[in-house]
């Protein structure tokens, strides 16, 4: 997401930090730059304006022009109107005092509601609520058994609807169902349609009068752009939404509507799809969002990506595998499977501070195809092998080469990979005890 917006952005604040000097006449044709990059990203064209006009007010000021590091200080204009622009901070789902809290979602045909309703239920499972989820969905064929079926793997109660027809009654029924069985939120999962239409609407006005739902949110498609925006600012019109969900982040590289949207309709992202997965949905976090935009990656995300995937007791194991040299095949088939849970390649490293950098080198892109055939690989080896790498001679790799559906080459490769990185955890972990010995504390 965002990338080509962040490959511009960067190019045009690159050329603005070489200036030892900054004028007015330098900042005013970065910013041309800027708004061409923000219109070209599908921004709104009346937010690019007035997010222009302010950072230029704010970047020819004396603490800019007088400033040691022009450049960098402009940097963190653009940065901090970036987050203003998408709300400042984070914003929270609310509950309220209502036992279970019903949260509904709406939005149009296709933009991914009911994998979100599972996708939210699970974030709200993991902040230790029981929840119940109900698709009001009468009209798509297999929408209830889609949400059956989901919500089975993440282990949350679902409404059996069948044999009812009015969405309404399902939304009811549901949530004294979800009371009585102690439930502490239900999220409703309503009909989509091609277009907003008055029916539609009707039947979403009337669920929300009898269920009073907590929370509204919008499941816009990323993917729409401008689009999504203007459907958002009706929904809310006709409606009344709390907040927005913005599905398929992962597949829109220029990112216009997350941009536009707090500044258009008031209205905060609270959630981004990033994957079709049942795990891909983050908390929006403007200041986060804005760091990645910019190429600055996001080190705070990809922490809390890797505290959810990482057991501590195996994380400790590891580590004194590590320190006795230890560290087997097996071990880094296990580190693959976990890197993989986190997410694709391509997210992962857009979240390390600086890869834009690599990127521009002429890098190619990672190949997600590459971790498949190292896990293959390393499957089609004897418990022995995996422990012992070293006994792997030639007739070994051939013939796991055949069991992978490699070449030998590709074998020879990972082996030689392996024992790289065997040496280098070495190094290091001797040079971290004699600095330790030392009383040289790396922290």
């Known amino acids: 997401m965002f990338e080509n917006l962040t490959d511009k952005l960067d190019g045009i604040l690159r050329k603005l930090k070489g200036h030892g000097r900054l004028d007015e006449a330098n900042i005013q044709s970065a910013l041309k730059e800027i708004r061409m990059a923000l219109l070209e990203a599908d921004v709104n064209f009346r937010v690019v304006r007035d997010f222009v006009e302010d950072v230029r007010t704010r970047a020819v000021g004396q603490e800019v022009l007088d400033s040691i590091t022009p450049g960098q200080q402009v940097v963190k204009i653009v940065h901090d109107r970036l987050v203003e622009l998408m709300g400042g901070t984070s914003s929270q789902l609310r509950f309220g005092s209502r036992i279970p809290a019903p949260i509904m979602l709406a939005g149009l045909q296709g933009c991914g509601k009911t994998t979100t309703a599972v996708k939210l239920a699970r974030f709200v499972a993991n902040q230790g609520k029981r929840v119940y989820l109900v698709s009001a969905d009468v009209y798509r064929p297999a929408a209830m058994e889609q949400l059956n079926v989901l ?120 959630f981004v799809g990033v994957g079709e997965k049942i795990d891909a949905l983050e908390v929006f976090h403007p200041e986060r969002m804005a760091s990645r935009i910019l190429g600055m990656g996001d080190v705070l995300t990809l922490v809390e990506k890797a505290q959810a995937m990482v057991d501590e007791r195996e994380a400790k194991a590891l580590e004194k595998k590590i320190r006795k040299n230890e560290f087997t095949l097996g071990d880094f088939r296990t580190q693959l499977t976990q890197i993989r849970k986190m997410g694709s390649l391509q997210e992962i490293l857009g979240m390390i501070p600086g890869i834009n950098k690599i990127k521009a080198l002429g890098q190619a892109s990672p190949d997600e195809k590459e971790l498949v055939r190292i896990a293959a690989i390393i499957d089609s080896m004897t418990p022995r092998e995996r422990q012992n790498y070293l006994i792997i001679d030639g007739s070994r790799r051939k013939r796991i080469a055949r069991g992978s559906g490699t070449t030998v080459q590709d074998v020879n490769r990972l082996l030689k990979n392996y024992a790289e990185m065997r040496k280098m955890m070495k190094r290091m972990t001797k040079g971290g005890i004699k600095s330790l010995r030392r009383g040289n504390f790396p922290f």
């Open 151 to 270: 919500g089975a793997q993440i282990g949350a109660g679902v409404f059996d609807g069948s044999g009812l027809q009015d969405p309404v009654e399902i939304c009811v029924r549901a949530v004294e169902e979800a009371r009585s069985g102690g439930y502490e939120t239900i999220i409703v999962d309503t009909a989509g349609r091609l277009a907003i239409d008055t029916a539609m609407m009707d039947e979403l006005r009337r669920i929300k009068q009898l269920i009073h739902p907590s929370e509204i949110l919008f499941v816009a498609d990323a993917m729409t752009g401008q689009d999504a925006v203007k459907v958002a600012g009706r929904f809310d019109e006709l409606l009344g939404i709390d907040g927005v969900i913005m599905t398929k982040m992962d597949g829109d590289a220029r990112g216009g509507a997350a941009l536009s949207l707090k500044a258009v309709i008031g209205k905060p992202i609270k």
